[in-house]
C-alpha cells in the first residue's frame, strides 16, 4: 500500500513559482500512474496533471505550457513544477497514486487508490 506525502506549498505573488513534491512510500512510483489534483473553496476536486510510464504525461488545459509534471525514480518521488501562476490557482493540492499501467481513466480522481493530505497553494493577486 502506497504512503504519499506532499510539500512545497506556499504563498505566492501572481507570475511566480512553486515546485511541489509527493514522497512516495510503500511501493515504487514505476510501477504507478501518479497524478495531481486541486480543490479550491467551494469547487469541487479538479484533475491537474498525471504521469504514467515515467514519462507519458497529461496535463489540464487550464495549466498546458505553466506547470510541468515529472518524475525521480531514484528518489521515488513526483514534482509538480509550477510557473506563471494565477490568483485561480490558489487552491489544495493533492498528490494521487494508483497501481498498474494503463492510462484510462488517468484523469479521473475515483480512479486513483492512494492520497496524500494535501498541500494549500495561494497565489495573491
Known amino acids: 500500500q502506497a504512503h504519499l506525502v506532499e510539500s512545497g506549498g506556499g504563498l505566492v505573488q501572481a507570475g511566480g513559482s512553486l515546485r511541489l513534491a509527493c514522497a512516495v512510500s510503500?511501493?515504487?512510483?514505476?510501477?504507478?500512474?501518479m497524478a495531481w489534483f486541486h480543490r479550491a473553496p467551494r469547487d469541487a476536486r479538479q484533475f491537474v496533471a498525471a504521469?504514467?510510464?515515467?514519462?507519458?504525461?497529461y496535463y489540464a488545459d487550464s495549466v498546458k505550457g505553466r506547470f510541468t509534471i515529472s518524475s525521480d525514480n531514484a528518489k521515488n518521488t513526483v514534482y509538480l513544477e509550477m510557473n506563471n501562476l494565477k490568483p485561480e490557482d490558489t487552491a489544495v493540492y493533492y498528490c494521487?497514486?494508483?497501481?498498474?499501467?494503463?492510462?484510462?481513466?488517468?484523469?479521473?480522481?475515483?480512479?486513483?487508490?492512494?492520497w496524500g493530505q494535501g498541500t494549500q497553494v495561494t497565489v495573491s493577486s
Open positions: 504521469i504514467a510510464w515515467s514519462d507519458v504525461t
Open positions: 494521487a497514486a494508483r497501481p498498474g499501467y494503463s492510462v484510462r481513466g488517468i484523469t479521473t480522481g475515483t480512479s486513483y487508490n492512494y
Open positions: 510503500g511501493d515504487s512510483i514505476s510501477k504507478l500512474a
